[in-house]
């Protein structure tokens, strides 16, 4: 998959213009006379040597731009878009992650993958957002084709070319499913213990590291005759 996300043509123009002006000597060499050559030979040699040596190293930076999208690919899942949101590319990882192939993702919306968690009110903050040039950050929850769901860490960055509107935009996210996983099964059980605490008929009683009072449960309230607002800070 080729992602160089907006580099391309510069490189591009780069590549050409360098080539054009070792053409131009090129050609500007061969109309001249033998003694004229050999005159011209050690400047038209400096010069062809920096060209070539600006050549190399932006092949150099073109080869280290490329590792650099290789590590964010293998660690990131990543989609680019259109500027009404049609998926113009996908990496693997948001192929294994969502189970769809390349080419179920072409051409779609991210509709496409929407788990209809979050309002419409969400979206139409982070289209609001993006719209205006500006990068959205935050969580989103989806549904895989398989029927389940994944929870990413996702940032969305306008594209730019021709004009100040997006042009496209590149999506970048990372799979937080577990993390998210952990937390849902932290606040169950908080929940549980909250459950049985408030159904026991012992008074029990918390106290932070400074020895304040966190939490009283019904029992307790009722033994001391206050609640924990109005013993908090005593």
Request: with cysteine; glycine share 6%.
């Amino acid at each position: 998959m080729t992602q160089n996300y907006g580099r391309r043509s510069v490189q591009s123009w780069k590549y050409s213009l360098n080539f054009s002006v070792l053409a131009l000597l090129l050609l500007g060499v061969a109309s001249l006379k033998v003694i004229e050559l050999q005159q011209l030979a050690p400047a038209v040699s400096l010069i062809a040597a920096a060209l070539l040596i600006h050549i190399r190293k932006l092949l150099n930076q073109n080869h280290y731009q490329q590792q650099l999208i290789n590590a964010v690919n293998q660690h990131s899942i990543i989609s680019v878009t259109d500027n009404v949101g049609l998926i113009t590319d996908a990496n693997d990882l948001f192929c294994k992650i969502s189970k769809y192939s390349r080419e179920e993702l072409i051409g779609q919306k991210h509709n496409r993958i929407k788990s209809d968690h979050h309002s419409a009110s969400f979206f139409a903050e982070l289209w609001r957002t993006i719209n205006s040039g500006n990068s959205w950050h935050g969580e989103v929850k989806n549904r895989a084709k398989n029927g389940s769901f994944y929870w990413v860490q996702s940032s969305i960055l306008p594209m730019f070319e021709h004009s100040d509107k997006p042009s496209g935009f590149i999506s970048v996210r990372t799979d937080i499913t577990h993390q998210k996983s952990l937390e849902q099964a932290l606040t169950d059980q908080n929940h549980h213990l909250k459950l049985i605490t408030e159904s026991l008929h012992q008074g029990l009683f918390i106290q932070n590291a400074e020895g304040r009072l966190t939490y009283l449960n019904p029992a307790a309230e009722k033994l001391l005759g206050w609640t924990l607002e109005e013993l908090k800070g005593e």
